[in-house]
């Protein structure tokens, strides 16, 4: 990943302000103004008249708004989501927006204009803007501000070339729990099994629900590595929304189940999708977890490949709470690898550490430590099963973390394992990766469960 420098953000009435200087790339001028286009026209029509009259043209000019640059991040923004009371995060690049004749040095600020009363913050990242937060006011309309000048125009407002690019429309709130209807939603979720030692251990399943017209549809897969088709689901019970709240009741079972949706938001690492957190209760047991929108984004973290090169994985969305039970967005991927390919007489053959990223933000084990406990990677080794745990199930002590520099202005933290020297992961198998909240906080917080299917280096 490229370095991403993170700008101290000011605070002003109207707008939340980051700055930054970064070198421009020299291209013809333009004007600087709102409407692009049209400006062009009025500077050239500036121009002639004045040097009909003898205008001498000053030695150093504003930087300018490269018009195709300008269109591109018009278009990128129009596609953005807003939602009432829904968090978003997203980014921009605005390489080559703002030229300079003579290759000046330029200052930039960001902001949102029309923000008074939403939760949003701008933050630049070397060339890139990203917008983050959630909107609160569905009336409000607003636009994003990019600025940049020169050192050889004074620091007045008069010294700023401004560009403005509307945001769409926030959308209006639901009645929360009625999101989950009317569409496939699918949920990863745990199954105890036993090997052919008599080993018992957790595998990944991948559920189907589709709530409609007060009937719920299901399925489960038998596939570790797939979700059903929907055409195999079948009508297994009835369900009724109440406010937040979905009430489920199965045909075979004694008990209502309770759905609380309680935090929803589009895919950052991706796959393309969007999560809905949900908590079950089902008699007195709570737990938490992700429904998605879109299979693919849950066949993703089943068909996790690694093996090939150390650390080879992809990040996944994941939800953490701040002290206050917030909810915010990290990213989390996990792999495997043996050592003893690159290091025949290293002492354990297995390598595998979960990596936290803020996608912002700097981090620390605390960040994690107050919440979760209990890390596990399962599956077949070449002389036996491999289960290597971190931490406590009972959360009385968390797992081993430590912190590493991601980019110059980041920290990331990662949570290790320790192997035997017998567990040499075996090519072409699937091994699944939990990593468990403390019991306290099941109803608030999921566990986090990937496959990991390892694969040797080709020769």
């Given at each position: 990943m490229s370095p991403e420098q993170g700008i101290q953000v000011e605070e002003t009435l109207e707008e939340t302000i980051s700055q930054a200087s970064i070198a421009p790339v020299k291209k013809p001028k333009i004007s600087p103004d709102d409407s692009v286009e049209d400006e062009v026209a009025l500077l050239t029509t500036q121009a002639s008249s004045r040097e009909a009259v003898g205008y001498q043209k000053p030695s150093n000019s504003k930087p300018t708004i490269d018009p195709h640059v300008f269109s591109q991040i018009s278009a990128e923004v129009a596609t953005w989501r807003l939602e009432q009371d829904i968090t978003m995060y997203h980014r921009v690049s605005f390489q080559n927006l703002f030229i300079?004749?003579?290759?000046?040095?330029?200052?930039?600020?960001?902001?949102?204009?029309?923000?008074?009363?939403?939760?949003?913050?701008?933050?630049?990242?070397?060339?890139?803007?990203?917008?983050?937060?959630?909107?609160?006011?569905?009336?409000?309309?607003?636009?994003?501000?990019?600025?940049?000048?020169?050192?050889?125009?004074?620091?007045?407002?008069?010294?700023?070339?401004?560009?403005?690019?509307?945001?769409?429309?926030?959308?209006?709130?639901?009645?929360?729990?009625?999101?989950?209807?009317?569409?496939?939603?699918?949920?990863?979720?745990?199954?105890?099994?036993?090997?052919?030692?008599?080993?018992?251990?957790?595998?990944?399943?991948?559920?189907?629900?589709?709530?409609?017209?007060?009937?719920?549809?299901?399925?489960?897969?038998?596939?570790?590595?797939?979700?059903?088709?929907?055409?195999?689901?079948?009508?297994?019970?009835?369900?009724?929304?109440?406010?937040?709240?979905?009430?489920?009741?199965?045909?075979?079972?004694?008990?209502?189940?309770?759905?609380?949706?309680?935090?929803?938001?589009?895919?950052?690492?991706g796959p393309s999708a969007h999560h809905y957190l949900v908590t079950q209760r089902r008699g007195g047991q709570y737990q938490t977890d992700t429904l998605f929108d879109n299979k693919r984004a849950v066949e993703a973290r089943l068909n996790m490949h690694t093996g090939h090169h150390i650390y080879e994985g992809r990040y996944f969305d994941h939800l953490l709470m701040d002290p206050e039970g917030n909810y915010?967005?990290?990213?989390?991927?996990?792999?495997?690898?043996?050592?003893?390919?690159?290091?025949?007489?290293?002492?354990?053959?297995?390598?595998?550490?979960?990596?936290?990223?803020?996608?912002?933000?700097?981090?620390?084990?605390?960040?994690?430590?107050?919440?979760?406990?209990?890390?596990?990677?399962?599956?077949?080794?070449?002389?036996?099963?491999?289960?290597?745990?971190?931490?406590?199930?009972?959360?009385?002590?968390?797992?081993?973390?430590?912190?590493?520099?991601?980019?110059?202005?980041?920290?990331?933290?990662?949570?290790?394992?320790?192997?035997?020297?017998?567990?040499?992961?075996?090519?072409?198998?699937?091994y699944s990766y939990l990593f468990h909240p403390k019991p306290e906080y099941k109803d608030r917080l999921e566990t986090f469960k990937i496959n990991l299917l390892y694969a040797e280096p080709q020769e």
């Open positions: 300079d004749a003579e290759d000046d040095f330029l200052s930039y600020q960001v902001g949102i204009e029309g923000a008074k009363t939403q939760s949003i913050s701008v933050q630049l990242l070397s060339s890139q803007i990203v917008v983050s937060g959630t909107p609160h006011d569905h009336l409000e309309r607003l636009t994003l501000v990019i600025r940049a000048r020169d050192n050889h125009h004074g620091s007045n407002e008069e010294s700023w070339v401004v560009a403005r690019f509307p945001m769409p429309n926030i959308e209006e709130k639901p009645h929360k729990a009625e999101m989950l209807v009317d569409q496939p939603l699918y949920r990863l979720t745990t199954t105890r099994i036993r090997d052919e030692n008599g080993v018992a251990y957790d595998i990944l399943q991948c559920e189907v629900f589709l709530l409609r017209d007060d009937e719920v549809w299901y399925a489960i897969s038998q596939d570790r590595l797939k979700c059903p088709d929907i055409s195999n689901i079948a009508q297994r019970g009835t369900y009724r929304v109440e406010g937040d709240t979905v009430l489920i009741q199965f045909s075979r079972e004694a008990f209502e189940i309770t759905w609380l949706l309680r935090f929803d938001y589009d895919a950052y690492y915010y967005l990290v990213g989390m991927m996990n792999y495997i690898y043996n050592v003893r390919i690159d290091d025949p007489s290293y002492y354990q053959p297995a390598d595998s550490d979960l990596n936290i990223a803020h996608p912002v933000h700097s981090m620390t084990c605390a960040d994690i430590e107050r919440w979760y406990g209990y890390s596990v990677l399962i599956g077949p080794s070449q002389y036996n099963t491999l289960i290597s745990t971190s931490g406590d199930p009972m959360g009385n002590y968390p797992p081993q973390c430590g912190t590493y520099q991601q980019t110059p202005t980041r920290v990331a933290l990662y949570l290790d394992f320790s192997f035997d020297p017998s567990d040499i992961p075996i090519h072409g198998r699937v």
